[in-house]
C-alpha cells in the first residue's frame, strides 16, 4: 500500500476525502430542496426554481457516486447530513437571506466546485474515475449557473449593496480554516491529484485563481461590489505560506 | 483549465438564463408576506431550519 509522506497511508487519505465529500454532497441536497421552495416562496422564474429542484436530486446521485468510491477504497462508516442550517445572518430579512444562499452555495461553492473538477478531470487516472468526475462537472456547471441566474434575475428587483461587506464572511466560511495555511504533509501527496483528490497547496491555487479569474468579475458584472471581498483575499494571501516550487 | 471559459459558461450563462426570464413565467406569484422576514420559518426536507448559531461559518464549502 502506498504511503504519503507523513506516513498516513494515502488510501486512507483518499477514503476520508470521499467521506467528507459524501457529506458535503448530501447536505447540498438539502439546502437545493430548501431553496426551490424558496425561490417558488418569492416568485423567481420556473427555470431557476426547476434548476434548484434538479440539483437537489443531482446531489443525491453525487453522494452515491461518493459512497461507491468510499467502500471501494475499503471505508466502513459514512455519516450522511440529515439536517441543515442557514448560512445568512438571520438578522437580515428573508428576500437578502435567500440571496446570501444562493451566492454562497451557487456562485461561490458550485463555481469553485466546478473548476476543481475540471483540474481533477485532466489529471485523473482511470477511466471510471474521468467518467465519474466529467458527471459531476455537467451537473455542477448547472448548480453554480442558478446564483448567477438568480443574480441577474433579482438585480432588478432588489439592492444588492448589503451583500459587499458581507462577501469577506462567506469566502472564509467557503474556503475553511486550512486554505491559506501551511499544506500538510499527508494532504499534499502529488498522488492524489490523479487519485481525484486535489493537493492542498494546488487546491488553494484553484481557489485563489478561481476567485480572482471567474468570481469576483461575476459578482461585478452583475453589479455586487468586491471591494470588501478583494481586500479580504490581498490579506490572506500576505499571510500565507508562498506555494512550493 | 481556462478560467475564462469557465467565466463565460458559468456567468455569463447563468446571466442569460436569468435574464431570459425576467418577465413572466415566474413558479408562483410572490406571497403577500414575501420578502419581509416577518414571521417566517424555512422549511427543509428534514422538517426545519434551526436559527443560525454564532459561529457559524458564513458560506459553504466546496464538495470538490
Redesign the interface.
Known amino acids: 500500500m502506498s504511503s504519503t509522506s507523513a506516513g498516513r497511508p494515502l488510501q486512507e487519505v483518499l477514503a476520508g476525502a470521499w467521506a467528507v465529500r459524501y457529506r458535503i454532497e448530501t447536505e447540498a441536497s438539502l439546502r437545493f430542496g430548501a431553496l426551490a421552495r424558496r425561490l417558488e416562496g418569492v416568485g423567481a422564474p420556473r427555470a431557476l426554481v426547476d434548476l434548484a429542484d434538479r440539483a437537489s436530486k443531482d446531489e443525491t446521485r453525487h453522494a452515491a457516486h461518493c459512497e461507491r468510491f468510499f467502500r471501494a477504497l475499503g471505508g466502513m462508516h459514512l455519516s450522511a447530513i440529515t439536517r441543515v442550517v442557514e448560512y445568512a445572518p438571520r438578522v437580515l430579512p428573508e428576500r437578502e437571506r435567500l440571496t446570501y444562499e444562493l451566492v454562497s452555495q451557487c456562485c461561490v461553492a458550485e463555481t469553485q466546485s466546478t473548476a476543481t473538477l475540471v483540474t481533477l478531470l485532466d489529471a485523473a487516472e482511470t477511466a471510471e474515475l474521468r467518467t465519474v468526475l466529467h458527471e459531476l462537472a455537467r451537473d455542477e456547471v448547472q448548480h453554480s449557473r442558478l446564483g448567477w441566474a438568480y443574480l441577474a434575475w433579482a438585480r432588478s428587483r432588489m439592492d444588492f449593496t448589503f451583500l459587499g461587506p458581507l462577501l469577506p464572511g462567506m469566502l472564509a466560511g467557503s474556503a475553511g480554516p486550512e486554505m491559506f495555511e501551511p499544506a500538510a504533509e499527508d494532504l499534499d501527496h502529488p498522488e492524489l491529484l490523479r487519485q481525484g483528490v486535489i493537493p492542498q497547496s494546488m487546491r488553494r491555487s484553484v481557489y485563489v485563481e478561481t476567485l480572482q479569474t471567474v468570481v469576483f468579475p461575476g459578482f461585478e458584472t452583475l453589479g455586487v461590489d468586491t471591494a470588501d471581498a478583494k481586500r479580504w483575499l490581498d490579506e490572506k494571501l500576505a499571510r500565507a505560506p508562498a506555494p512550493s516550487a | 483549465?481556462n478560467?475564462?471559459r469557465?467565466?463565460h459558461?458559468?456567468?455569463?450563462?447563468?446571466?442569460?438564463?436569468?435574464?431570459?426570464?425576467?418577465g413572466g413565467?415566474?413558479?408562483?406569484?410572490?406571497?403577500a408576506n414575501?420578502?419581509?422576514?416577518t414571521g417566517?420559518t424555512?422549511?427543509?426536507?428534514?422538517g426545519g431550519?434551526?436559527?443560525?448559531?454564532p459561529g457559524?461559518?458564513?458560506?459553504?464549502?466546496?464538495?470538490?
Open positions: 483549465m478560467l475564462k469557465l467565466f459558461a458559468l456567468v455569463l450563462g447563468g446571466s442569460a438564463l436569468g435574464a431570459a426570464n425576467c413565467g415566474t413558479a408562483t406569484e410572490p406571497p414575501a420578502g419581509t422576514g417566517s424555512t422549511l427543509l426536507p428534514d431550519v434551526p436559527p443560525s448559531m457559524m461559518p458564513g458560506g459553504g464549502a466546496p464538495g470538490w
